[in-house]
């Protein structure tokens, strides 16, 4: 009995053997002729491979599903934060209604004030040109510098109503509902405001921006379209100043312009004035034209075509 469990040692101990030196052949080059290569691979070393890759796809399967959720607080502030946020250079940015806005660096974990208006901030906010813009409803837009760390008002709306539209960038300008019934535009580059849409209630939405052309919803019910066409307005010479004469030369000089949304409503012998039709705003176009002089030429057909008779006669007989 012990003489058997002894030879079951020693066949053990071979297979033992055998596996290393079978592991030990398969990294031993043959040299000859300049030439090197793989003599064996050991079948145990690529079970060992086999088993190597199963282990770790079961690691990375396992931290997959042990993923942990962290939630942590990053800005404190003393009102409701109703604000959605936007985010410039890698940091955010919220209004609150502590009358304030906020930034937070994930990079450094540290917040700050950087807007302080007279009374809550419910605007998410827009970016243009590396500076945020938030609405108040204090009735003023403000603007925060990142380069210069300054605040400073850039819309002021009527009556003391509040800005709630989060704003939106059309064409390197900036605009904002309000609650005074209209939608402001800010030019940063003439630093001048305007009124571009006049609606008949409150303007809470921050607009969109499709094909070239803005649209606000209004609490009247209404969405309003509002768009911007540079006209080429100066005709030069033309046949006459009939409304056909006038409104197809702007409609050739100005393929896009759908002249049928066109009403001539005055005119003289070298201007005329147009107006849009269903446009809520009250802007003209000044249109400039110069009649051509031969105009006032009156052609005698049957004259012509006695002459073309003539001369063709002429030229056919040689006279």
Same mark, same amino acid.
């Given at each position: ?83 959605? &946020?936007?985010? #410039? *250079?890698? /940091?955010? +940015? @919220?209004?609150? $209604? %502590?009358?304030?806005? !906020? =930034? ?102 921050? &607009?969109?921006? #499709? *094909?070239? /052309?803005? +649209? @606000?919803?209004? $609490? %009247?019910?209404?969405? !309003? =379209? ?94």
């Amino acid at each position: 009995m012990v003489n058997f469990i002894n030879l079951l040692k020693i066949h053990e101990n071979d297979l033992i053997n055998m596996k290393k030196l079978l592991s030990l052949l398969s990294t031993i080059t043959i040299a000859g002729s300049g030439m090197s290569g793989i003599v064996a691979n050991s079948p145990y070393q690529k079970q060992e491979q086999l088993e190597n890759i199963n282990y770790k796809r079961q690691k990375r399967s396992n931290n997959e599903n042990n993923k942990i959720n962290i939630t942590k607080i990053v800005i404190t502030t003393n009102g409701i934060v109703r604000s959605d &946020g936007i985010i #410039l *250079n890698n /940091k955010v +940015y @919220f209004g609150s $209604a %502590d009358n304030k806005v !906020y =930034e937070y660096d994930p990079a450094t974990g540290q917040q700050k004030i950087v807007i302080i208006t007279e009374v809550e901030v419910w605007s998410s906010g827009v970016i243009l040109n590396n500076k945020v813009y938030f609405g108040s409803s204090d009735n003023k837009v403000y603007e925060y510098d990142p380069a210069t760390g300054q605040q400073k008002i850039v819309i002021t709306t009527n009556n003391s109503q509040s800005i709630r539209s989060s704003g939106v960038i059309f064409n390197n300008k900036i605009y904002f509902g309000s609650g005074d019934k209209n939608v402001y535009e800010y030019d940063p580059s003439t630093e001048q405001q305007k009124i571009v849409i006049k609606s008949k209630w409150r303007l809470v939405s921050s &607009g969109v921006v #499709l *094909n070239n /052309k803005l +649209y @606000f919803g209004s $609490a %009247d019910g209404n969405i !309003y =379209e509002y768009s911007e066409y540079y006209l080429d307005s100066n005709l030069g010479r033309i046949n006459d100043n009939s409304d056909n004469a006038i409104l197809n030369e702007l409609n050739y000089l100005n393929p896009d312009l759908d002249i049928s949304q066109l009403e001539i409503i005055s005119k003289t012998n070298n201007s005329a004035i147009v107006k849009i039709k269903d446009n809520l705003n009250d802007d003209i176009i000044n249109i400039y034209y110069l009649i051509k002089n031969e105009q006032n030429k009156i052609i005698n057909l049957n004259e012509l075509i006695k002459n073309a008779i003539f001369f063709k006669f002429r030229d056919e007989n040689l006279i």
